[in-house]
C-alpha cells in the first residue's frame, strides 16, 4: 500500500517510542486490533478509492463496552452524529470504517448514508446496527458511494480474521494519504492482572486536497465498566491525540473508539493498569500519525513546565507545535527560539519572559529574561536530532504537558495546493 | 530599495482599494505621515541593517493628542512596553523606529536601549523622552546596536523634511523583508471641516528568519482629544490591522500610533469624519501589509455575514485566513470549499452547516446544509480573482466582519526555513 515511508531517523525514533512501552508488567505483541481476545478485523477494497483497500471491519465476539472522543469542532460529519449517539449507549460489538471519502458537509443524504453503511455492516456481521460505530475519513462534500460501500463492507465482513495479518489489514483500510499502517499490541501479565489491548490509527494526509481526518480503534480483551472506560480513555487522549498536530486544522471526522470485551478471562484486570495499557498504545499512535505527517521530514517534541495547570501546559504546548513560523524554522533546522518565544505567547496563558527558560536539546538558548550564551553550533546540531527536543519552563507553578508536532515541509505545500482533480 | 514588488493583479487590487477611498469629501492627496500639516519625517541608515536605511523619525511641530494599539501577544518587545506606558498619558511629539533590530526577547538591557533610542531622538529634534513613542522591528532576541542606532538618530534628525518625499523615506526606513513601502493620505474638505491623515506601514517579513513585527504610524492634522481619539483608533484598528494575517503568528512588537496635532486650522473638524479618515488610512494600510506578506502570490477577502454578533464573526473570517490547508489552497487556486467551512468550525463560535452557505466569488458552492451544483470553471475562475473572495453566510445572527489574508507558498517557506546567517 505504501508508497513511501518516514524518513529513517523518524521510523527510528518510533521504533524506540515502542520499545520504551515495555516495563511494569507490559511488552509490545504482534498485531494491533486482533491482538486482544475475541476480536476480528479485516479490510477490503470496495471501490471508494480507485484501487487501495477502503473499507475496515472490526468485530467482537461477544457485547463490548465502548468510549469514544469526537472532534470538536462544529462541522462534523455525518458518522460522528451517529457514532457518538450509539457510544452514549456505553455499548458496542463492532466498527465500519470507509476511507477515501469522509462524508462530511452532506447534508441529510449524508446522514441517511452514514445509517446506511452501519446497516450494511450489521447485517453482514448478524449484529443490531445500534451496536455498530461507524466512521469515514477522505474527501469532503462529496456524497458517500454507496453501492462501492455494500460491496466493501459484503467483502471485507467475510475475510474478518483474528490474526496479526487481520488486524493489519484493518489499518491498511483506514488509510488515506498515510505512508504506512499505524498499529500497535500491548500485552500486560503482573500483579494487576492478564489483558492485551491494540490499536490502530490513520494520520492527516491531504495529498487529495479535501481529505482531513484523523481516526483511532482501540481494543482490549480486559473487562471494564462503560464509565470507567470513558474516562480512561478521555485522560489518554488529551495526552496522545489531542496533543499532536500536523497542520493546525481541525477536522470534522476526528474519532477515537475505545471497545473493551472482557474476553481475557473471568478475573478482571485492575481497571488504573488496563487505563495505564490504553494510554500507553494510543500516546504511540497519535506520536506516530505525526511521524507519518503529510510532507514531515521531522519531528518535535515541545515539553513544557512551570505552568500555572495542566491545560495551561498543554495550551501553550500546542501554540508552538502549531505555529506555522517554528514548523517553517524546524524543517530548516534552525534553532530560532525567538519564534518559539513569540509562539507561546499566542496560547491565551499569561507567558512572562522575566521567568522563563528554554531549551532545544541540552542546549539553554534563554534564560530568566534574556537570551543564553551558547554554542551555535551545537544549537545546531540539537536541530538534527528526532524528535527535536524543545523544553520551554514558564516558571510559574506545577504544570507540565507534551506535545507532538511535525514540520512544515516543500512538500506538505505541494501536497496540499495542487489542484484536485 | 524594493528589489520585489507585488504580482500585478495584487497591485492593481491595492490601487482600487486607494482610488475606493475617495468621495464623502475625502480624496487622494500624496505623501503618507507628511501629508497633514505640522508634520516631519525623516528616514537614515545608521547601520542595524548592512545597507538599507533603519531609522525614521514622525515630529510634530506641536504637542499631539496620541493613540496607541500594541500587540496582545504577552511576549512583548521593550519598546512596546515603553511607548504602551507613554501613549497612556494621551500626549507624543515624536516617533523614532529602529528597523532590522525588534529590540524584543533582550532582558533589561533591552528595557534600557529602548529607554536609550526615546532620549538620543529627544535630544536630536529637542524634546522631552517623555513626548517620544519609540519603535522597533526586525531581529528577535539580539541586543540593539547602540551605535548605530545613534548614527541613524542624528542622521535622520538633521535630514527632517515636510514632504512627500520625506514620509516615503520614513516609510522605507521601517522596512524589513517588505518589498516596498505602504504609505497613503487622504484630504478630508466638506462640511465638517477641512483636515488631513496620512499614514505608513511595514509588513510581517521574515527573509532573515526571526524579523516579525507589523508597526503602522498615522497622523492628522486635526484637532482631537486624546480619548476620542483612542477609540476612533480602536475602532479603525479592529476593521483593519486586527482583521489580517499573513502565517497566523502575532509579533511581539505590533504597534499602531497615531498623532493628532489639531495644525489644521482653529476650527475642528467633526470627530466622526476624521475617525473616518483615520480608518479609510489604516483599512487600507493594512490591506497593504497583506498584500506584501511574505511570498503572497495572491490575497483572500473573507465576508462572514449571518454570525451571531460582529466580534463572532471577525473570529470566523480570521480563523479561515489563518487556516493553513485555506492559505495552501488559495496558493494552488483551488475552490476548496470544505477546507473553508472546516476551517469556520475552528474559531471557536458555533457553526450549524445545516444553516450556512457558502460563495468564492459569485459561485455558490454550499448552501443549507449540502453541496450546491456549480460548475467548476466557475469557480476556478473565482480564485484567479484579485482578491479571491469567500463570503460565508453563518445564517445565525446580524453579525459581520471581513478579514484579509495571503496565501501559503513556496516562497513562503524558502524565506523562512533557511537558516539565519
Not at 499532536?244 to 477515537?256: A, E, K, Q, R
Not at 500555572?308 to 517554528?326: D, H, K, Q
Request: charged share 20%; hydrophobic share 45%.
Amino acid at each position: 500500500m505504501a508508497t513511501e515511508t518516514a524518513p529513517a531517523p523518524v521510523q527510528r525514533w518510533l521504533e524506540q517510542e515502542a520499545r520504551a512501552l515495555e516495563g511494569g508488567g507490559f511488552r509490545l505483541v504482534p498485531g494491533g486490533v486482533t491482538a486482544p481476545a475475541g476480536f476480528r478485523a479485516a479490510g477490503a477494497h470496495g471501490g471508494i478509492k480507485a484501487r487501495r483497500p477502503d473499507v475496515a471491519l472490526v468485530v467482537s465476539d461477544r457485547p463490548a463496552a465502548a468510549a469514544g472522543a469526537f472532534t470538536r469542532n462544529p462541522v462534523r460529519a455525518a458518522p460522528v452524529e451517529l457514532t457518538q449517539g450509539l457510544v452514549s449507549q456505553g455499548r458496542l460489538q463492532a466498527v465500519v470504517i470507509t476511507s477515501g471519502n469522509a462524508n462530511a458537509c452532506t447534508g441529510p443524504r449524508g446522514e441517511e448514508d452514514a445509517r446506511a453503511t452501519g446497516r450494511l455492516a450489521a447485517e453482514a456481521v448478524g449484529l443490531d446496527p445500534a451496536a455498530v460505530g461507524v466512521c469515514a475519513t477522505g474527501v469532503i462534500g462529496v456524497p458517500l458511494p454507496m453501492a462501492a460501500v455494500a460491496r466493501g463492507v459484503r467483502l471485507a465482513a467475510a475475510r474478518l480474521g483474528r490474526g496479526a495479518e487481520a488486524g493489519r489489514a484493518a489499518a491498511e483500510a483506514i488509510m488515506t494519504t498515510d505512508a504506512y499502517p499505524k498499529t500497535l499490541a500491548l500485552e500486560y501479565r503482573g500483579p494487576a492482572g492478564a489483558f492485551r489491548v491494540g490499536g490502530m490509527a490513520k494520520g492527516a494526509g491531504m495529498i487529495h486536497p479535501r481529505l482531513a481526518t484523523t481516526l483511532a480503534v482501540v481494543t482490549t480483551d480486559a473487562r471494564l465498566e462503560p464509565d470507567r472506560l470513558r474516562r480512561a480513555l478521555a485522560r489518554a487522549v488529551a495526552r496522545s491525540f489531542s496533543a499532536i498536530s500536523v497542520d493546525g486544522d481541525t477536522s470534522p471526522s476526528d474519532s477515537v473508539l475505545a471497545l473493551a470485551n472482557g474476553a481475557a478471562g473471568p478475573s478482571p484486570a485492575s481497571p488504573r493498569v488496563v487505563a495505564d495499557g490504553l494510554a500507553r498504545v494510543l500516546g504511540w499512535l497519535a506520536r506516530a500519525v505525526v511521524a507519518d505527517g503529510e510532507g514531515a521530514s521531522t519531528v518535535m517534541e515541545v515539553r513544557v513546565t512551570g505552568a500555572p495547570g495542566r491545560a495551561a501546559a498543554a495550551r501553550v504546548a500546542r501554540a508552538i507545535t502549531r505555529s506555522v513560523l517554528v514548523k517553517a524554522a524546524l524543517f530548516g533546522r534552525d534553532p530560532n527560539w525567538g519564534r518559539i518565544l513569540v509562539a507561546a505567547g499566542t496560547a491565551g496563558v499569561p507567558v512572562d519572559t522575566r521567568r522563563a527558560g528554554l531549551r532545544i536539546g541540552h542546549v539553554r538558548l534563554f534564560d530568566a529574561g534574556a537570551p543564553a550564551d551558547h554554542d551555535e553550533a551545537e544549537a545546531r546540531a540539537a536541530m538534527d536530532q528526532v524528535p527535536v527536543v524543545i523544553s520551554l519552563d514558564l516558571g510559574s507553578g506545577g504544570g507540565a504537558a507534551v506535545a507532538w508536532g511535525s514540520d512544515l515541509t516543500r512538500r506538505y505545500l505541494e501536497l496540499n495546493a495542487a489542484y484536485r482533480t
